[in-house]
Every structure is written in structure tokens, then in C-alpha cells.
């Protein structure tokens, strides 16, 4: 018994292991090679097993030392991370009465609900971010509703600003944040609030110490879900937010494809990689010491 118990985890094990752990230590590897002119555009292949032990000494760390040192890496982590932040938390507070609306609906209605919060997912990522551009732009659909019920009296700059990052990001990830919010909502014991009701517990006391506490592990997946790829988003920030936007995607982006730089490119998602694996691994550790 203890073996199929064991059985079941080891293919995602596998899983990880060839498709997460096997190709970060390819990454790790060049981000500790030397960039030359030739392809690949680094150095050591480790091509030739006997010549192992003398690729490993020509491995450095300059490439990281020199992402310490230069502030266009650190200004690209530091914006990363505060536009990812400041998405998350915008993404969540649309998510969460979304979420809880949907929970409270009756039964019949709830899987038209969530087919509806799918529904993004069957067009195109980047067909939808494009759509934004359309309704952002100075003459887009939004300035053009705006002035109609007079609103405003000339057209908002809005498309290549962090308002449109925003925007973007918490449209094409708000299903992200509200799926695991509405799966903690649905299976909370419901007889909680009306038994706070019944001991004349006020409604909105009842949600921030009853509904609240029980919905915080969908509320804390949800903004995993979205600031983990917000971090490294390229795309949007890309389309939406102009060429002053400096973000890490973006710079990994440049590295790699303009600067053929593969080794510092590397090494900026090896850092990338540590800064978002250590707050899981903290909560995923705090977690464990809470349940245990």
C-alpha cells in the first residue's frame, strides 16, 4: 500500500523533473558561462564529456555580479515587482466580490457563471490584448464613450502608460484570482453565518470573521496565480504599456534576442526564478508549522 501510495506522486515528480528542473539547470548553466561570438553565443557547451572538469572551471559568476551592479537590472526587478503588486492587488478586489457573488448565486446558475469567466480563454492571449489597444487608444472605444456622455472634453491619455499595464493584466489574469477565491467560498460550511446570524452577529462582522478567514487560501492562490506571471509578463507591458516600460520580460527579452547576451540573459531569470520560489517556499514552510 505504501507503494502505490508513493506511485501516485512520482509522475508529477517526473514531470517537474524534465520540464522545470532539468531545463532551469540548463538556464543556470549559460547564465554561469561566457558570451562569445558564435552559436550558441556562450561558452561552455559541455559538449565533450571528457572535457568536462575544464568547462567547469571556466564557469563565473561575473554575469551575476554584473546584474548587482548595474541599476537597469535592479530598476526592471524593482518595476516588475510593483506593477505585479499593485495588478495583484487591483485584480483581487474585482475578483472577490466576483468570487462571492458567484457563491452566493443559486445552483442552477453557478456553472453559467463560471463558464463565463472562462469564456476569455477560448480567444487568443494576444488577440485580447490587442483588443485593448483599440479601446485605450486616444481615439479608442473607451475615450470615444467618455466624451459621448460628456465625461471629458478631449481624449485620455491612457494606451503606453502603467494604467494600461494595470488594465491588462488584471483583465487577462482576473480568472486566475477569482477561481480559487469562488472554490474556498463554495465549500464553506454556510451554517457558520447563519449561526453567527442567530447569536445576532451583524452581517458585515459575520463576513470579516467567519467568510474572510475561511476564503484566505483561495485569496492567497489566487494572488500567486497572478503575481507570479505578472512579474515576468512580456507581452502586455510590451503592447500596452510603450517602450518606456521597463520591465524584467522585457529586459530578458532584449538580452536574449538583441543583445544575443544569452549568458547575462540567463542569469537575470536564474534571479528571477530565486525571487519568486523563496516567498512560496516561506509560506509553504509557514503553512505546514500553522497545520502541524
Known sequence: MKFRGRAVI???????????????LIVFKISLSEVVV??????????????????LRQLTI???LWIASDELYINSYVESLWI??????????IAYPLAYGMAR???GLRPTLLMLVILPFWTSF?????????????????NQLLIAIGLIDEPLLIINTHWAIFIGITYSYLPFMTLPIYASLDRMDHSL???AADLGCPPLKAFWTITLPLSLPGVVAGCFLVFIPAVGEFVIPDLLGGSRTLMIGKTVWLEFFTNRDWPVASAVAVVLVAILVLPIVIFQRYQARAGG
Open 84 to 93: 505585479a503588486g499593485i495588478s495583484t492587488v487591483i485584480t483581487l478586489l
Open 38 to 55: 558564435a552559436m550558441p553565443p556562450y561558452r561552455p557547451t559541455f559538449g565533450d564529456p571528457s572535457e568536462w572538469w575544464g568547462a
Open 126 to 142: 494576444l488577440i485580447r490584448v490587442y483588443a485593448w489597444i483599440g479601446i485605450l487608444k486616444p481615439e479608442g472605444l473607451l
Open 10 to 24: 512520482i509522475p508529477p515528480y517526473v514531470w517537474l523533473l524534465a520540464f522545470f528542473l532539468l531545463p532551469f
Open 193 to 195: 453565518i447563519e449561526a
Open 62 to 64: 561575473d554575469n551575476y
Open 105 to 107: 448565486a443559486p445552483a
